[in-house]
């Protein structure tokens, strides 16, 4: 009974840490936290529990969301340092509390009570110091892209290789063709010139053959008398 009683009798806010103040606690730094924290399977649920905070313009999230995702990314919820057990009270304490006054009155200036834990992102908000940039994600995008870059430009390099290896193998293509046509005409020409000559020499042969033939028929024939020899 006494336990239901202290619980409903306390009105102590539940704990709630931000990424800063967690990263702080586990002595980490901000982007590294974040970083984990995308790769673990609860990030989306972590991330619709928070609360914004108007005040200060933070997300604020409760102890139990980051033990469960603590936990997944393999890190221990941070317990509070217990405090050291004070000694026993004994004479010589009494005696050192003792306050030795004169005839003047001390004032005694009462010691500022600070907080065992300090969120570090309130302090840069007080001083007025902006919040550091974590742009390793955009440092890895930039990385990406220029190494895509890099590979279009080779890819560019390779293709240009290659049509200059096509232009060269059309060039002497046509060069080859060109000669092969050109020697062909030529010896076409040749050709018909021999020819034309071969056919000259060839009636000219022709023409004495058939009149050495006609030389040798003449001989077996008889000769025939002329006119005047007849009638005398």
Known sequence: MDKVLDSLMDT??????????????????????????????????????????????????????????????????????????????????????????????????????????????????????????????????????????QAMSAHLDSQWAQKEQQLRESQQTAATVRRAVQGLQDKARRIEMKTEIAAEMKALADTETQERLEEVASLGKSAVPSASATES
């Not at 340092?81 to 050192?96: F, H, N, W, Y």
């Open 12 to 149: 102590t806010p539940p704990e709630k840490s931000s990424i800063s103040a967690m990263a702080i606690k586990l002595n980490i730094s901000r982007g590294k936290l974040y970083r984990l924290l995308q790769q673990s399977g609860q990030y989306e649920a972590f991330k619709a529990s928070g609360e914004t905070q108007p005040e200060n313009n933070q997300i604020l999230y409760s102890k139990q969301d980051w033990e469960t995702i603590l936990t997944d990314i393999g890190y221990a919820y941070p317990q509070p340092e217990q405090l050291a057990e004070q000694p026993g009270k004994t004479a010589l304490d009494s005696v050192s509390r003792i306050e030795i006054i004169d005839s003047q009155r001390d004032v005694i200036i009462p010691a500022p009570e600070i907080p065992s834990t300090i969120d570090f992102a309130v302090v840069r908000q007080n001083l007025g110091i902006p919040a550091p940039v974590d742009n390793s994600e955009l440092l890895t995008q930039a990385h990406q892209a220029i190494g895509a870059i």
